[in-house]
């Protein structure tokens, strides 16, 4: 833990913090998917199984598009796509909590997923 400690206070400042930034983003997303999960179940009243296809598809929707994410980062620089990413994440997320309809979930999944595609990379 000290080398762990001693190797993050050697990094200059931005970096540091977007180490920080980034641990909080990737910690706030896997605590909210459970209230996600919990949401669609007894908010939207969907099975099981489609609560597993649509946070399926948004986890594949990130996945798949990391490539485009990254690209795009490198062509028009990182901190358009970071902001860019971060608003439409926000849109995707809202959208999950305003809707119960199946084509609207599989919409905002893929919003969201998209979303993390541009952010990550860019952060990284």
């Given at each position: 833990m000290r080398d762990t400690l001693r190797q993050f206070r050697s990094f200059d400042r931005p970096i540091q913090l977007l180490q920080i930034n980034q641990a909080g983003i990737n910690l706030g997303f896997y605590m909210l998917m459970p209230y996600l999960a919990q949401h669609l179940?007894?908010?939207?009243?969907?099975?099981?199984?489609?609560?597993?296809?649509?946070l399926g598809l948004r986890n594949l929707s990130q996945q798949g598009m990391f490539l485009i994410g990254g690209t795009l980062?490198?062509?028009?620089?990182?901190?358009?796509?970071?902001?860019?990413g971060c608003a439409l994440r926000t849109v995707g997320f809202a959208l999950f909590g305003l809707t119960t309809s199946l084509p609207l979930l599989v919409?905002?999944?893929?919003?969201?997923?998209?979303?993390?595609?541009?952010?990550?990379p860019a952060a990284r």
């Open positions: 179940s007894a908010g939207a009243g969907l099975a099981a199984w489609t609560i597993g296809l649509v980062a490198d062509r028009l620089g990182h901190k358009p796509m970071i902001m860019l919409l905002a999944a893929a919003v969201t997923g998209f979303a993390g595609a541009l952010f990550n």
